[in-house]
């Protein structure tokens, strides 16, 4: 159903296929704004405080729960933490930065939520969703951070869950591979690491 008829403050993105689940509650202290969060929250941080590579995971509908999964697997076989963020609307993000970057041409002094909810965070950012990758891509332009984003690539949607998990793989393995990947990029893992990775999960591409 297009959300074209309904109200704005009740719209929410909805993804087939997201299969069953229960949604995590929200954080205390989570910042909101008049129609609900603001276009994304931290939903879980990393599980170990002590240091070593971090990385920040940004997750919509079914694709949270897999980066749950991811958040578990980089700490207990890769040393890394991760926090885990809800995204409830991709584009609303991107509206509301667009509005910071209009408003700071008139001279105020506003910066983007998304921004402001990052800075400070360590590692790269990535961005998953089961949209086509050019759903959270186009957020990249306000993350201060290294940024790379994971969807379905081809020619459109996948259309059932099996294409979600085998033709267009946005699973826990995939999240895990390609955050290794980043921080080896960021040179804060070594490229051996990746390949045990691959290996590890049987994971080829």
Do not use: K
């Amino acid at each position: 159903m297009s959300d074209l008829f309904l109200p704005e403050d009740v719209r929410s993105s909805l993804t087939p296929f997201d299969g069953p689940g229960h949604q995590a509650a929200m954080p205390a202290g989570t910042m909101v704004g008049e129609a609900g969060p603001r276009g994304m929250y931290r939903l879980c941080p990393a599980q170990s405080s002590a240091p070593g590579p971090r990385i920040q995971v940004l997750a919509s509908g079914g694709a949270v729960h897999r980066a749950l999964e991811a958040q578990g697997l980089l700490a207990s076989d890769w040393g890394v933490g991760a926090d885990v963020w809800s995204v409830t609307s991709w584009t609303g993000l991107r509206h509301e930065a667009l509005d910071a970057d209009r408003a700071r041409l008139r001279g105020e002094d506003r910066v983007p939520y998304l921004t402001a909810a990052l800075s400070g965070a360590c590692g790269p950012v990535l961005a998953v969703s089961d949209s086509a990758r050019r759903v959270p891509d186009q957020i990249g332009p306000w993350i201060e951070q290294d940024f790379a984003s994971l969807g379905p690539d081809g020619p459109g949607r996948p259309d059932t869950p099996a294409s979600v998990r085998g033709d267009f793989p946005v699973d826990a393995a995939t999240i895990v591979v390609t955050a290794l990947h980043r921080l080896r990029r960021l040179g804060v893992v070594d490229p051996e690491t990746v390949v045990n990775c691959r290996v590890r999960y049987g994971w080829w591409g």
